[in-house]
C-alpha cells in the first residue's frame, strides 16, 4: 500500500509512522528548573548525534517541563530505561501537576550527579549526564513553526553499574535496557548478533 500523508493514513485505524520508525531508544531525562524542582519523564523520540564530542538529542511535543527546565538551567541527564523499571518509567509519564516530583511519585531514588545540577535515577543501570548545546524549533516544509523543540546536549559523565559490564563491555541485554515502538508497544532487548562492517578505501555512504 501507498498513502500521502497529507491525505490521512489509507483508512488505517492509527497512524503507523510512530511504528514505522522503531524501536527507538528511550531518553528517561531527569532536570532540576530555576527554583530547584525536580522532573522525570521519558521521551522515545531520542538518540545518540557524534561521538566526538558524544552528544545526544531529543525532541519534546510542546513545551513541557523538562523543554523548560533544560531552556533554565542549561542541564540534564538521559538515565536508562530498562525492563526491571518499565513500571516506574512509565508511571512518570503521567500528566501531574507542575512542580510535582515523579521520584516522589514513582519512588526512585535522585542520586547526586557529578558534574550537573540534576540528580540521576539511582536505580537506573546507567546515565548519562548532559549540559545543553542547543533547543531549537523544527519548521515544516510551508516554514511554520512545529510544536515540537528539540533538545541537543553534550556528554559530559557517563554512569555505568558494574554488574553490567563484561570483559570491557557494556551488556544491554543484562542491563534488560527497553525500547519504544508504535502504539503501546515496547521491546525488551533479550538477543544481540554481531556484524562486521564492510571494509574499503572510499569516503562513500
Not at 7 to 19: M, Q, R, S, T, Y
Not at 92 to 104: D, K, V, W, Y
Amino acid at each position: 500500500m501507498f498513502y500521502a500523508v497529507a491525505e490521512g493514513h489509507a483508512g488505517l485505524a492509527i497512524d503507523p509512522f510512530k511504528a514505522l520508525v522503531a524501536p527507538r531508544p528511550i531518553a528517561w531525562i531527569s532536570t532540576v528548573d530555576a527554583a530547584g524542582r525536580l522532573n522525570l519523564a521519558p521521551y522515545s523520540w531520542f538518540n545518540a548525534i557524534c561521538t566526538s564530542p558524544p552528544m545526544v538529542m531529543f525532541s519534546s511535543d510542546g513545551w513541557k517541563d523538562t523543554v523548560a527546565a533544560c531552556a533554565e538551567t542549561g542541564e540534564f541527564v538521559v538515565n536508562l530505561a530498562s525492563f526491571d523499571l518499565r513500571e516506574a518509567m512509565n508511571e512518570s509519564s503521567a500528566p501531574l501537576p507542575r512542580g510535582t516530583s515523579e521520584f516522589e511519585h514513582t519512588g526512585l531514588t535522585p542520586l547526586a550527579s557529578c558534574l550537573v545540577r540534576p540528580p540521576r535515577v539511582g536505580e537506573a543501570a546507567a546515565a548519562l549526564e548532559c549540559r545543553v548545546t542547543a533547543i531549537q524549533n523544527p519548521k515544516s516544509l510551508d516554514g511554520r513553526a512545529t510544536p515540537n523543540h528539540v533538545v541537543f546536549g553534550e556528554v559530559v559523565g557517563v554512569h555505568i553499574r558494574d554488574d553490567c559490564l563484561v570483559d570491557g563491555r557494556f551488556d544491554m541485554v543484562r542491563a534488560g535496557v527497553v525500547g519504544r515502538c508504535g502504539y503501546s508497544d515496547f521491546v525488551h532487548v533479550t538477543d544481540l548478533f554481531r556484524m562486521s562492517r564492510p571494509k574499503g578505501g572510499g569516503n562513500g555512504a
